[in-house]
């Protein structure tokens, strides 16, 4: 009962926190400040709507880089980094625009997932959550995805690391150095880029961890009751939101030169995250189910050993007690060891053919040529 009370008052002390808003992310606790700054600026009462918090954002950066490539001189680099890209200098603008919003709004996106699932487990998962350690182990993970000095440090190293990254590519293609402005123009949008990839890693450690929640299920049939279901479509969800933003991202490189030498970059940040994520969240799921129904089967063996222990089998009712038991628990194993079916199959090759379709799309004229060609 000690243990009941202490696993009680633990998910009431967790579904408090979260309700009270205790844990917010990085990005949360920035969009607040920017929230505040911009309404004590325009004298505005009321917190702005995301969409137009990210618009302004997305303004004011985009502002401040095109003014250091103006104030370093490097516009006459745009001309060079077209002749590499296959872009005019217009077409290259609107793409360092396009490039700030994405990256932004990206952020914004997968933040707004992690809100999701702070809420569904505070909503769901908390009450059919039956050990202590796995209520320490979800306090864990939202420790450390609010950890705002680690998810800083993330930004400001995956920032200068992509910065150099993509430097070098295009010093090495253009001959001499882009310039100051564009430097900093790639360090401005990378370092809000990165916030997205310590997201990801820690939707990829929910994943994980998965396996090791002790969930109350349905005791008959482990793998077909609602939470299952309902937990596989959310983290399903975190795998199409992953997938449409690696299919934008392959879009966006294919439509230049540059494909082949960020085609590595892209398979390892984005592709294989994407794979990984899904066979995470399937095993997880199963080590879910698999745990729930050997307890039901353990139950059943030990009435079953019970029954026997009194070696009256000459007696009717207990011969049919033993046999029921018996079809209950030969139903029980029948049951699946998983949440993977058929849909959940399509779904996943879905968000796989979101890339590639994307990857077609930049290379239409190719594909094309090859279908051209006679034997």
């Known amino acids: 009962m000690a243990t009941d009370s202490a696993l009680i008052e633990k998910r009431e002390e967790l579904k408090r926190r979260l309700a009270a808003g205790d844990y917010k992310t990085l990005v949360d606790v920035f969009l607040e400040w920017f929230d505040h700054l911009i309404r004590k600026i325009t004298r505005q009462t009321k917190p702005l709507p995301l969409w137009l918090l990210t618009a302004i954002l997305s303004f004011v950066?985009?502002?401040?880089?095109?003014?250091?490539?103006?104030?370093?001189?490097?516009?006459?680099?745009?001309?060079?980094?077209?002749?590499?890209?296959?872009y005019e200098r217009r077409a290259i603008v609107l793409r360092v625009i396009f490039n700030y919003v994405?990256?932004?709004?990206?952020?914004?996106?997968?933040?707004?997932?992690?809100g999701g699932i702070f809420v569904f487990w505070r909503d769901n998962m908390l009450d059919v959550i039956e050990s202590a350690a796995s209520l320490e182990q979800f306090e864990d993970w939202l420790e450390k995805v609010c950890n705002w000095r680690w998810h800083f440090l993330t930004a400001i190293i995956g920032g200068l690391l992509g910065t150099s990254y993509l430097v070098a590519i295009l010093d090495a293609r253009l001959g001499v150095f882009v310039g100051y402005g564009l430097t900093f123009t790639s360090i401005v949008i990378t370092i809000f880029a990165a916030p997205f990839f310590y997201l990801f890693l820690m939707i990829i450690l929910l994943s994980a961890r998965l396996r090791r929640y002790d969930l109350k299920l349905f005791a008959a049939d482990p793998s077909n009751s609602e939470i299952v279901s309902r937990l596989s479509g959310e983290l399903t969800f975190g795998v199409y939101l992953v997938a449409l933003?690696?299919?934008?991202?392959?879009?966006?490189?294919?439509?230049?030169?540059?494909?082949?030498?960020?085609?590595?970059?892209?398979?390892?940040?984005?592709?294989l995250p994407i794979i990984s994520m899904f066979i995470l969240n399937q095993t997880g799921l199963a080590a879910i189910i698999r745990r729930a129904k050997w307890k039901t089967l353990n139950e059943i063996q030990a009435k079953v050993e019970k029954l026997q222990a009194v070696e009256n089998f000459e007696d009717k009712e207990t011969m049919e007690a033993i046999n029921r038991l018996m079809d209950y628990h030969d139903r029980v194993k029948?049951?699946?060891?998983?949440?993977?079916?058929?849909?959940?199959?399509?779904?996943?090759?879905?968000?796989?053919?979101?890339?590639?379709?994307?990857?077609?799309?930049?290379?239409?004229?190719?594909?094309?040529?090859?279908?051209a060609k006679k034997p």
């Open 61 to 86: 950066l985009m502002l401040i880089a095109f003014t250091a490539i103006y104030v370093s001189g490097d516009w006459s680099n745009f001309d060079k980094l077209g002749g590499v890209i296959g």
């Open 102 to 114: 994405f990256y932004i709004a990206t952020v914004v996106v997968i933040n707004q997932y992690i």
């Open 245 to 271: 933003s690696a299919s934008i991202q392959t879009l966006s490189t294919a439509t230049t030169r540059l494909l082949p030498v960020f085609s590595i970059a892209l398979v390892l940040i984005l592709w």
């Open 334 to 371: 029948a049951t699946r060891n998983s949440a993977l079916d058929l849909n959940t199959a399509l779904h996943f090759i879905n968000s796989l053919l979101l890339p590639l379709l994307a990857f077609l799309l930049g290379n239409i004229d190719v594909v094309l040529n090859l279908f």
